[in-house]
């Protein structure tokens, strides 16, 4: 995937976590695409609609491109998430075998792809992935920092 399609995915995606944050979730929007570029998954945080803990927007996609293709095992695919995946997604792209990990914001705070550890790099991490952080960095930063910035203020 070339730097024009990843950015064109991330613009879908930053859009999508627009809507998502209007709708009270934390704005972050994944997808998952085979070897073709398909898209076979795509997922929004659920956590505060569903009351679920795994509501993630990565493992939301994950479960849908797992059915859709019928295997567990993603080798030959990329996720592109709005977010650097925290250690349970990244955790759960390790399991699954995720070709390519694409993310926009890097997350200083939880992020488990270079941000506060990187569990891809880790000795115990079976299978090694690629992992692109920064693209489209600054939308998607500004679009998390004004979210929190309003859920603060008590207004979403």
């Known amino acids: 995937m070339n730097g024009s399609e990843r950015q064109r995915w991330m613009q879908?995606?930053?859009e999508r976590a627009r809507e998502v944050g209007q709708s009270g979730e934390i704005p972050i929007s994944a997808v998952i695409l085979d070897?073709?570029?398909?898209?076979?998954?795509?997922?929004?945080?659920r956590r505060e609609h569903h009351n679920d803990p795994l509501g993630h927007a990565e493992l939301v996609a994950?479960?849908?491109?797992?059915?859709?293709?019928?295997?567990?095992?993603?080798?030959?695919?990329?996720l592109l998430v709005t977010l650097e995946p925290c250690p349970m997604c990244a955790g759960a792209l390790i399991q699954a075998?995720?070709?390519?990990?694409?993310?926009?914001?890097?997350?200083?705070?939880?992020?488990a792809l270079g941000g506060t550890i990187n569990l891809a790099a880790h000795q115990s991490a079976h299978h090694r992935m690629t992992v692109i952080g920064g693209v489209l960095e600054r939308e998607?930063?500004?679009?998390?920092?004004?979210?929190?910035?309003?859920?603060?203020?008590?207004?979403?």
């Open 12 to 14: 879908i995606l930053l």
């Open 35 to 45: 070897a073709d570029g398909r898209c076979i998954g795509h997922g929004r945080n």
């Open 62 to 78: 994950l479960r849908q491109a797992s059915v859709l293709q019928g295997d567990w095992r993603f080798n030959s695919c990329t």
């Open 97 to 111: 075998r995720m070709g390519t990990v694409i993310f926009a914001a890097h997350d200083p705070k939880r992020g």
């Open 140 to 156: 998607a930063r500004l679009l998390l920092e004004d979210w929190f910035r309003r859920r603060r203020r008590g207004s979403r």
